[in-house]
């Protein structure tokens, strides 16, 4: 009699638990946005605290890249970043932001200085970008169009000055 009441109240509990769950679930306010839909506005603070909007940024293509200085895959793919920031920086129609992801901002910093990259790190302590974004894992990056959509997600390290990413780049800019 004891283990079947025992069993019944276990049963009652992981079915409430599920029922939280799922109701969490469907009414979550965090719209992950996917390919072809309006990129979230996030905000951002670098370094030296200057803060930023995406939705300042309207008007230009943005690349956003998500990283770690822990992540393998990450560090691999910041020359090719670094490269494609100064391949298009001087366009004032592209903006090139990569975001500290889980990752302690001293030791970035450091990171940076030590490899002389000069490409925008951000911060957001608080995860929100990641959040809004749906990032999975880092490196993941996105791609957003002049009219703030979201054109591609992009899963994993990429060679990103490659002269196909920098052509893709420029198409978009003349959009």
Known sequence: MKNKTFILLIILFSGIIIGFLL???QHSTTRIPTIGSAAPDIELIDFNN???SLSDLK???VFINFWATWCESCVDEMPSIEGLFRSMSKNSKFNLITILFKDDQY???SYMKGNGYTFPVYINP???????FGITGVPETFIIDKKGVLRDKVIGPAEWDSPHAVETFHKLINE
């Open 50 to 52: 200057n803060k930023l």
């Open 126 to 132: 608080d995860g929100a970008a990641a959040k809004k």
């Open 59 to 61: 008007g230009s293509v």
């Open 107 to 109: 030791r970035a910093f």
């Open 23 to 25: 109701f969490r679930y």
